[in-house]
């Protein structure tokens, strides 16, 4: 059965600071793996997705995520966190692009001033 | 841009009730999802559709229905509901397995209060 993991529930960073969310899943395939944003009372919206090829994707927001193999890992990074980003991050996988998607617990950031 | 609506923002029902959540999508999806969310334990998939008609199970069916009779709409029913379902309830919504590099698109959701 897949998984996914993000060990960090909450992360507190000063704006400006760099940031990174862990991501770590289960999988016996090659995954599909995505990373969504959700604002207080609001949806989720997609920050960005890795199918294949490079494993370097970047996505909306300013937001990069990194696809390591061997690992079992999607670590999302931004180099620069705005107060804006506030919000809880989702890491998903799934089999095809719009199936079903597994989501880790989320992570809750919160930026200092 | 695709949109995938909840007719609900907020709902306060009583233990018992027969609750109906609807969601509707406008990109004339095939698949479409309903998720629960809770803290710490991200978004749990309920129930979903490939077709028309159809529904599978997802991880946590129990105390759910769903009905999909026209295509751009899906949704869940509670048929009897009770305080442990009280929750956010996403509905998502994506194109078919042809489409392989699609994603799935979410409702705004809906926050169900159980009383």
């Known amino acids: 059965a897949q998984s996914v993991t993000q060990p960090d529930i909450h992360i507190t960073v000063s704006e400006g600071a760099s940031l990174e969310l862990r991501c770590n899943y289960s999988?016996?395939?090659?995954?599909?793996l995505f990373w969504y944003v959700q604002s207080p009372g609001q949806g989720l919206q997609l920050l960005l997705k890795?199918?294949?090829?490079?494993?370097l994707v970047q996505g909306i927001k300013g937001f990069e995520a990194e696809f390591k193999r061997s690992q079992s890992s999607f670590n999302l990074r931004k180099p620069s966190v705005h107060w804006s980003d506030a919000a809880e991050y989702f890491c998903?996988?799934?089999?095809?692009?719009?199936?079903?998607?597994?989501f880790g617990g989320g992570t809750r950031l919160m930026v200092k001033p | 841009d695709v949109k995938v609506t909840q007719s609900s923002r907020y709902l306060v029902k009583r233990t018992g009730e027969k609750v109906f959540l609807e969601c509707v999508q406008d990109?004339?999806?095939?698949?479409m999802f309903w998720y629960r969310q809770d803290p710490g334990l991200g978004l749990r998939l309920i129930y979903f559709?490939?077709?028309?008609?159809?529904?599978e199970k997802g991880d946590i069916p129990e105390g759910y229905s769903v009905s999909r009779e026209k295509k751009e709409r899906f949704s869940l029913i509670l048929e009897s509901a009770s305080t442990n379902q009280t929750s956010m309830y996403l509905c998502?919504?994506?194109?078919?397995?042809?489409?392989?590099?699609?994603?799935?698109?979410f409702g705004q959701g809906t926050r169900l209060t159980v009383v």
């Open positions: 998502a919504s994506s194109s078919g397995t042809g489409s392989v590099n699609t994603e799935a698109f």
């Open positions: 999988y016996g395939a090659t995954p599909y």
């Open positions: 890795y199918f294949s090829g490079d494993t």
């Open positions: 998903a996988v799934g089999a095809w692009a719009g199936n079903m998607l597994t």
């Open positions: 990109m004339d999806h095939e698949n």
């Open positions: 559709s490939y077709d028309v008609k159809m529904k």
